[in-house]
């Protein structure tokens, strides 16, 4: 039997394909080795409920993955009870159904045909977008959003916590998760977000909006950090550093609602702070002043907030401290860098507010950069 564990670190991204195809098949490998009751609703899912051979011969069926052809290709997935049946399952995450994959089914059935002797043989592939257009006499087609739905209803009782909840449910929970944090399958939109105030629709969608930034960041380089937080009485936040600037994070990501803090708008707000007196830094004004000074050349402001959340009132620069404030920070006086607006969420896909927030951040964090190398 393959290792789950093991097969994960056999792929490497070369840019000749889209590497969440072979994570996205390893990734539901695993599940079907290390859940028996995920497998059977995976095989009655691709059935649609009529299996054609004994419910009983799919939990020690065989499972694997980036099985050769001779000749013929490379297969997925593959799950087989040996001298019944075998399923071939083609994945397909962002590539379209084309030529090029008319090919591959015809090439698997003719292998299937070629060395499968005696055994009811079936292929299948597992698409997220469909073409109504593409020919299916070969293959039958499934879509993830389809697997989702079904794991997601037959996943227990929504009111369980991760607490009471079993192997097979919790396992089932996070490869759901998966699915939305990869955007095989998309469970929100943007317009959700902005009914934050009212509840746990809002709350969901918008933590899967910064759990996608999260992993976009950190797949365009390893120096990235990110991590958002939900807190009672304020507002949601995305924070994010990098390990080269060998501090704490700086870098904020706001959801800004009129349901907390005396929110004005619904929208994304961006700034950075210079310092925290939580960070337990050394208190430096002079390299405070000086970054001050510079960002406000960029058209930025700032604000400074003493204890008890009072404002300064006052310029930073030359004021002197009886002793260090409790913030300051800086945010962009061009609101198409700091904010993202309420109408700019409503008119745009999940994929166009990822983009939207991540080049907001990529700013952000050249300017931090800038100004820890400058000083």
């Not at 509840?199 to 950090?225: H, N, P, W, Y």
Request: proline share 3%; hydrophobic share 40%.
């Amino acid at each position: 039997m393959q290792n789950p564990f093991v097969r994960f670190k056999r792929y490497r991204h070369d840019g000749s394909a889209d590497p969440r195809e072979n994570h996205a098949t390893e990734t539901l490998a695993a599940c079907l080795l290390l859940s028996a009751r995920f497998k059977r609703l995976f095989v009655e899912f691709l059935f649609d409920g009529n299996v054609p051979f004994a419910l009983d011969e799919i939990e020690d069926s065989a499972v694997e993955t980036q099985r050769q052809t001779d000749g013929n290709g490379t297969m997925d997935l593959l799950i087989e009870q040996p001298s019944e049946w075998c399923i071939v399952v083609e994945v397909k995450v962002a590539a379209p159904e084309d030529e090029r994959h008319r090919r591959q089914i015809a090439s698997y059935r003719s292998w299937l045909e070629r060395t499968i002797k005696g055994e009811k043989k079936f292929v299948f592939s597992l698409v997220r977008n469909a073409d109504p257009a593409f020919d299916l006499t070969k293959h039958r087609r499934k879509k993830w959003s389809d697997l989702y739905a079904l794991l997601k209803k037959q996943n227990g009782n929504a009111s369980r916590t991760e607490y009471s909840q079993n192997t097979d449910e919790k396992l089932i929970q996070q490869f759901l998760n998966y699915l939305e944090v990869e955007n095989i399958v998309s469970t929100w939109n943007p317009k959700q977000i902005l009914d934050f105030g009212k509840g746990v629709k809002a709350t969901r969608a918008l933590s899967l909006l910064f759990q996608r930034v999260e992993e976009q960041l950190k797949k365009m380089s390893d120096d990235f950090i990110a991590e958002h937080t939900f807190k009672e009485n304020c507002w949601p936040r995305l924070e994010v550093g990098k390990k080269s600037w060998g501090g704490p994070n700086r870098l904020t990501v706001w959801y800004t609602t009129t349901a907390l803090w005396e929110g004005e708008r619904e929208g994304f707000a961006f700034d950075f702070h210079l310092w925290h007196r939580d960070w337990r830094m050394e208190w430096d004004q002079r390299k405070i002043e000086k970054w001050v000074v510079a960002l406000r050349k960029m058209g930025f402001k700032d604000e400074v907030r003493l204890k008890g959340e009072r404002d300064l009132g006052k310029d930073v620069v030359g004021h002197e401290f009886s002793q260090p404030p409790q913030r300051i920070w800086a945010s962009s006086k061009d609101l198409a860098v700091s904010e993202i607006s309420e109408a700019q969420i409503r008119t745009a896909t999940d994929d166009d507010l990822v983009q939207m927030i991540v080049a907001r951040v990529e700013k952000h964090c050249d300017i931090v950069s800038a100004l820890k190398f400058r000083f």
